[in-house]
């Protein structure tokens, strides 16, 4: 399965900031997705970033307030803008690998954990 | 997206078969059902999936039934280090996985 990656691992923010959390997959995949997962919550897709075209943002998720990159198969960036402390969460990537089996599987980052003060 | 049902939470003796059962009625013949399971908020693991027949791998057993109106996850052989958040998910159109509150598995000495 795929090896992701994500960086910063944590951070502590000021609130009116912005954070850019980066995702990096050990192979080239084509769907990336970004969660966030808020303190004693479960998952909540933010949004789905494929490679050469624009992410495609769920309901209550805005570009302006998340904006992502997806320069590449193997790389994405998701940026955290102006924020405040409603935005302390984990936040994770996920990739869409084949592996060994005939149907695709998501795999999961090991999260950023952001605290805004 | 087909909705899934998990109770809260149970717990199992350690060494035991911990039994995990989850509910997804509204299924559609051609969705599979996902099994993940999250360890002290660390990025969710992927357990296993299945279609309609059953599934094993070296982590679990995944027992759909025929009607593919509910199914069961099975750790043969709980240890602590299986205490988790296990979600079932049914995957959705556009691969996305919808998760649920999950049901939290304590195994106990």
């Known amino acids: 399965s795929a090896v992701i990656s994500q960086k910063p691992s944590r951070d502590i923010c000021q609130r009116g900031t912005s954070l850019t959390i980066q995702c990096q997959v050990d192979?080239?995949?084509?769907?990336m997705f970004w969660y966030r997962q808020q303190p004693g919550q479960s998952l909540t897709l933010i949004a789905t970033a494929n490679q050469g075209s624009e992410a495609t943002y769920e309901s209550g998720f805005v570009i302006d307030k998340f904006p992502i990159s997806r320069p590449n198969l193997t790389f994405s960036t998701l940026t955290v803008s102006n924020m405040s402390p409603e935005d302390s969460s984990i936040y994770l990537c996920?990739?869409?690998?084949?592996?060994?089996?005939?149907?695709?599987?998501?795999?999961f980052g090991p999260g950023t954990r952001l605290l805004v003060l | 997206d087909a909705k899934t049902t998990q109770p809260p939470s149970m717990d199992c003796a350690e060494g035991r078969a911990a039994n995990l059962p989850c509910n997804h009625s509204?299924?559609?013949?051609?969705?599979?059902v996902y099994w993940y399971r999250q360890i002290h908020s660390q990025g969710p693991q992927y357990i296993i999936h299945?279609?309609?027949n059953n599934e094993t791998n070296e982590m679990a057993s995944l027992i759909i039934t025929e009607d593919r109106k509910s199914s069961t996850l099975i750790l043969p052989h709980a240890t602590l280090r299986d205490t988790a958040v296990y979600y079932c998910?049914?995957?959705?159109?556009?691969?996305?996985?919808?998760f649920g509150k999950g049901i939290t598995l304590s195994v106990r000495p």
């Open positions: 998910i049914v995957r959705g159109a556009n691969s996305k996985l919808t």
């Open positions: 299945g279609l309609k």
């Open positions: 996920s990739v869409e690998d084949r592996g060994g089996s005939s149907q695709e599987t998501q795999y």
């Open positions: 509204t299924i559609s013949g051609n969705e599979y």
């Open positions: 192979s080239q995949v084509t769907m």
